[in-house]
């Protein structure tokens, strides 16, 4: 089972950074899928980027070269690190879990969610 709770959003300039953090205070199994999803206001929930127990980092398009996800193993935290930041970027960033060594491209095959951390990047 995994508790997923997220932080670190807020309002920044475009061109600006920030780092979100999602805690998980339960269990991480031995295979796992940790991911951060976003979701813009009349847009589909889409994925930003995921991290795999096998060691395998993926990254949307609209990601690549700017974010960065990774994990402190010892205190069970997924980061996302995000530059230059745009407009764009502006959603509700969501952490999920799911326990398999096969990573799901599916949003709805993740069985734990946090309750989302608002970034907004506006001028």
């Known amino acids: 089972q995994a508790r997923l709770v997220e932080s670190g959003g807020g309002s920044v300039q475009p061109g600006g950074s920030l780092t979100l953090s999602c805690v998980n205070s339960?269990?991480?199994?031995?295979?796992?899928?940790m991911a951060w999803f976003r979701q813009a206001p009349g847009k589909e929930r889409e994925a930003v980027a995921r991290?795999?127990?096998?060691?395998?980092?993926k990254y949307a398009d609209s990601a690549k070269g700017r974010f960065t996800i990774s994990l402190d193993d010892a205190n069970n935290t997924l980061y996302l690190q995000m530059n230059t930041l745009k407009p764009e970027d502006t959603a509700m960033y969501y952490c999920?879990?799911?326990?398999?060594?096969?990573?799901?491209?599916?949003?709805?095959?993740?069985?734990?969610w946090g309750q989302g951390t608002q970034v907004t990047v506006s001028s």
């Open positions: 999920a879990y799911h326990a398999d060594i096969v990573c799901p491209e599916e949003s709805s095959i993740y069985d734990y």
């Open positions: 339960e269990y991480r199994h031995k295979w796992y899928c």
């Open positions: 991290l795999e127990s096998v060691g395998r980092l």
